[in-house]
């Protein structure tokens, strides 16, 4: 009996052990197309990008560099090679998508990365008497300030919140002698959440920018005033390193206008974008993705502000150690700069 | 390779120690109740798919700790499990992995069967499972914000059986399964793709947890015991992009009942 017992507690334990289940129960990966996303996205690049010529990247050269890599690539090692070749580009824009969808940017801005930690929203609400109203499903923060200021945060250019919201917002504050429209940290989002805003300040029409898309330039027809009252009273729009694409074109355009004041510290600077018709996001043969920019947004003056950003009117710097002492010291100047 | 030796030599030892034919016992002096702290190590893959169709796989320790206690009728056993390793990859790429688990398992004795000629004590039993993970893939360099993560969660209600093989008053051979049936399951997927609410509640054949043991007690004191066997884990969501991870672990735990 008790040699059966032997028998039969060895016999499992062997199998267990000897066996090793989790290799059995999940297979690798067989297919392998490694080298024809590396292609793919080499002339992705190649094809679209609208900054090889301004950034001076001989991309030619990035594919003698990357393709060997490439070659020896396995498995997920293709992400890294992807990814460094894409990071070349140094665009915010620029990301790698996994197959299932998550995001991966390339680049991060200097800019962005300096006031990353510079600005806190809730250090902001500490300058006012009561508690903002949030609307646009918490994308959009308004009040008033003490001296009659009102007080919008835009947190993104994003899906339709401004279209659908703004409004409700600007009319709180329509009887107020001045506006702050505060934009930091803002990413940015679509040109017609953009044009929504706009609109509201404007008394005439106001020819945009050019804006090219495979290098063909566009033409498009000017913002119109919009909206059942337009705001013309003083507004200062406050902007960060942070603040980036849409979050680039918004204060360009608004310093347009006579009545605004740009305050705060340089854009991120992303003028690369897309379009429904032509866009940046391009499926490589595994189900892989990238974004890559289409088109070309310029400023006033028929530059990309790529890289260089939009410059404040008036610049005040901000860091983390100011947030950290629940200071906003942009805010401050803005308050007292229309008071 | 080493540690698995060393355990089959202990299982020797243990084997052709004195076998005394047994008492008749009750089962609140045959179930293993007290305080526990446990460690593995094993084999251990994993696939999100929502970030990659690749298998990462490598060494997974386990930590955990148990509180278990048998009363006349029933017993209950609670146990925080805790996982965490960088050294699961795909080729070069490596990953960071963290589990964390709790359980919660009511004990019922059911009956008892002959297997040689001894005792084989059976337990069935609820039991409630919470499973968190989250994975870190390196595809840069650990650390970066430019590398992909993924995180999901199930909390399940379920069925735990153990059977205990009491062979004499100081050793047991212990077999123990856990297998959820209805679950609460959330993780990471594309909100574009799959137009769909999270969490949602899955039964087993969406949502899978199982957990098997078998191991072999050694009663150092009556109130101390030495455990040593193999567990097998196995969750998977076959939902959105699918997830699936595996381990094989020797586990080496400390029992004492107070």
Same mark, same amino acid.
């Given at each position: 009996m008790r040699y059966r017992v032997h028998t039969f507690i060895t016999l499992i334990f062997f199998t267990f052990i000897l066996i090793s289940c989790e290799k059995i129960i999940i297979q690798p990966n067989e297919s392998n197309q490694n080298i024809k996303d590396f292609e793919a996205a080499w002339e992705r690049v190649n094809t679209v990008y609208p900054y090889l010529e301004l950034k001076q990247i001989n991309w030619n050269s990035m594919y003698l560099k990357y393709h060997p890599r490439a070659e020896q690539a396995y498995g997920d090692e293709i992400y890294t090679v992807l990814i460094e070749m894409l990071t070349e580009l140094k665009d915010m824009h620029v990301h790698v998508k996994t197959e299932g969808g998550e995001y991966m940017p390339t680049y991060l801005m200097p800019r962005w990365i300096k006031d990353k930690y510079a600005f806190d929203p809730i250090i902001a609400r500490n300058y006012f008497d009561q508690e903002?109203?949030?609307?646009?499903?918490?994308?959009?923060?308004?009040?008033?300030?003490?001296?009659?200021?009102?007080?919008?945060?835009? !947190?993104?250019?994003?899906?339709?919140?401004?279209?659908?919201?703004?409004?409700? !917002?600007?009319?709180?504050?329509?009887?107020?002698? !001045?506006?702050?429209?505060?934009?930091?940290?803002n990413n940015g989002g679509s040109y017609q959440n953009i044009e929504a805003v706009v609109s509201r300040f404007i008394s005439s029409p106001l020819e945009k920018p050019e804006f090219y898309v495979l290098g063909e330039l566009i033409d498009l027809p000017p913002f119109q005033p919009r909206g059942s009252f337009q705001y013309l009273n003083p507004v200062v729009v406050l902007i960060n390193g942070v603040s980036y694409s849409s979050g680039d074109f918004f204060p360009e355009i608004m310093k347009q206008i006579s009545t605004v004041t740009v305050v705060g510290d340089t854009t991120g600077g992303g003028s690369s974008g897309s379009t429904s018709y032509a866009r940046a996001e391009y499926r490589l043969p595994s189900g892989k993705m990238i974004f890559v920019g289409t088109t070309d947004l310029r400023r006033y003056d028929g530059k990309p502000w790529e890289w260089i950003g939009v410059a404040p009117d008036i610049r005040i710097p901000q860091t983390e150690e100011d947030i950290n002492q629940g200071i906003d010291k942009q805010l401050e100047y803005a308050i007292n700069f229309l008071k | 390779m080493k540690t698995k030796s060393q355990l089959l030599l202990l299982a020797f030892f243990l084997i052709v120690s004195n076998l005394i034919g047994q008492d008749s016992l009750k089962n609140k002096q045959v179930f293993p109740a007290g305080i526990s702290i446990e460690y593995g190590l094993g084999k251990y893959s994993v696939r999100d798919e929502y970030i990659s169709n690749e298998k990462y796989s490598g060494t997974l320790p386990n930590f955990s700790v148990g509180w278990s206690r048998f009363h006349n009728k029933h017993g209950y056993r609670l146990k925080l499990e805790y996982r965490r390793s960088t050294k699961i990859s795909n080729n070069k790429i490596s990953a960071e992995v963290k589990q964390f688990v709790f359980n919660q398992d009511f004990i019922y004795p059911i009956g008892k069967f002959l297997l040689f000629s001894k005792d084989v004590f059976v337990f069935l039993g609820p039991s409630m499972e919470i499973f968190i993970y989250n994975l870190e893939y390196d595809f840069v360099h650990h650390g970066s914000n430019l590398n992909a993560d993924a995180s999901g969660y199930m909390v399940s209600l379920g069925i735990n059986s153990e059977f205990i093989y009491k062979l004499n008053t100081k050793l047991n051979i212990e077999s123990f399964v856990r297998l959820n049936l209805l679950s609460v399951v959330s993780k990471e997927f594309d909100g574009n793709r799959y137009d769909e609410s999270s969490p949602q509640l899955m039964t087993v054949v969406s949502a899978t947890n199982i957990d098997f043991d078998l191991s072999i007690r050694y009663y150092v004191f009556k109130k101390l015991s030495v455990k040593a066997g193999y567990r097998l884990e196995l969750t998977r969501i076959n939902k959105w992009d699918p997830f699936i991870s595996c381990s094989d672990n020797l586990i080496f735990s400390l029992t004492y009942k107070f």
């Open positions: 903002l109203i949030i609307t646009g499903e918490g994308r959009i923060e308004y009040g008033i300030i003490s001296g009659n200021i009102g007080y919008i945060f835009m !947190a993104t250019f994003d899906e339709d919140y401004l279209i659908n919201y703004f409004s409700e !917002a600007l009319d709180y504050v329509k009887n107020t002698k !001045a506006l702050i429209l505060d934009i930091r940290h | -």
